[in-house]
């Protein structure tokens, strides 16, 4: 609430016609596990990794306002281990890239301290492979609209640091290959399903 009532919107940092040039990482790492009691079912678990790396771009258009896009690598790992009456591991690889525009609004306290939030609409491509009794590979088209909401921190006027917190986003995915499917999601995700942090220069 303190954060609320005393934030400064004008400031050094993000005053009409400033830029930010930034490196996005984001790493998550989830493992998850099914067990039965009874004589010969199968237990299954799954290890998955997720690596994105990329760089954004912003500018200011008013005090406190940020236009830009970011543009990402993305690569993830999925192994699965089955055992019962035998034991099977398939692993799953896919790798693709993602183009957002977003648009933030940012809230300091004292130029050091606060927040950005707004929203953004994505297009990401991905291919996937996965090896086990046979080979299943796929491409993946993804539309994507949303909202994100970051803490964050300037150590510095010219340097800043922001983790995503929270995350609300709508996917449709349509997938062709070895198998064709069409799914779309929503999710709300807090800390954004992973760590994500960006290192961003001010540029004046």
């Known amino acids: 609430m303190a954060l609320l009532c005393a934030y400064q919107v004008t400031n ?3 005053q009409k016609g400033n830029q930010n ?3 996005y990482l984001q790493y998550q790492h989830v493992s998850t596990s099914n067990s039965s009691s009874t004589p010969f079912a199968s237990n299954q678990t799954n290890k998955t990794e997720a690596f994105n790396i990329g760089p954004s771009y912003g500018y200011f258009v008013s005090d406190g306002l940020e236009l830009g896009a970011l543009a990402s690598y993305i690569h993830n790992t999925t192994e699965s281990t089955t ?3 035998g034991t099977t591991i398939s692993k ?6 993602s183009a957002n525009l977003f648009l933030r609004k940012y809230v300091l306290y004292e130029n050091k301290f606060g927040f950005r939030a707004g929203p953004y ?3 990401g491509y991905n291919k996937q492979s996965q090896d086990n ?3 299943i590979n796929a491409k993946t088209n993804n539309l994507g609209a949303g909202a994100t909401f970051d803490l964050v921190y300037y150590p510095t006027t010219k ?3 922001a983790a995503n917190l929270l995350g609300l986003n709508y996917t449709h995915s349509k997938t062709n290959g070895d198998y064709t499917a069409n ?4 999710d709300f995700s807090f800390v954004n399903s992973g760590l994500g942090l960006s290192v961003f220069w001010v540029l004046k």
């Open 183 to 186: 799914t779309n999601a929503f």
């Open 121 to 123: 609409v994505s297009y």
């Open 12 to 14: 050094a940092q993000t």
């Open 159 to 161: 340097l800043g640091i």
């Open 21 to 23: 040039l930034a490196i």
């Open 83 to 85: 055992s019962g009456p």
């Open 92 to 97: 799953s690889t896919t790798n693709g890239f």
């Open 133 to 135: 009794s046979s080979v």
